[in-house]
């Protein structure tokens, strides 16, 4: 088992496709997306959440912040959210047929 860093972005679910874009370009070549109902200002939104899990990799941890910017620039929201928090992880790997 390793510790490593999960920073999970959280935002309007609009513009996908730039924000795909936008995490290619900052080197981000793993990450998941998650669709959820958020509500901001007591408003119901379509939110998404951008998880990214970090070995502590240098271009993540110094660029995670211009990633959440850009994101907040494209989507043209006053705030996006940032939650950062350590895990564990543990891969399982192997032949699909090892039993």
Known sequence: ME???VYDIYTEDKNREDIIDILIYYGIDNFTLI???????????KSLIIRIISSGEEYICGNIANICKKIRQNNEQEQVLLVTYPCTIELFEGDHNDG
């Open 3 to 5: 510790t490593q860093t």
């Open 35 to 45: 669709r959820a109902e958020g509500f901001y200002d007591y408003q119901q939104e």
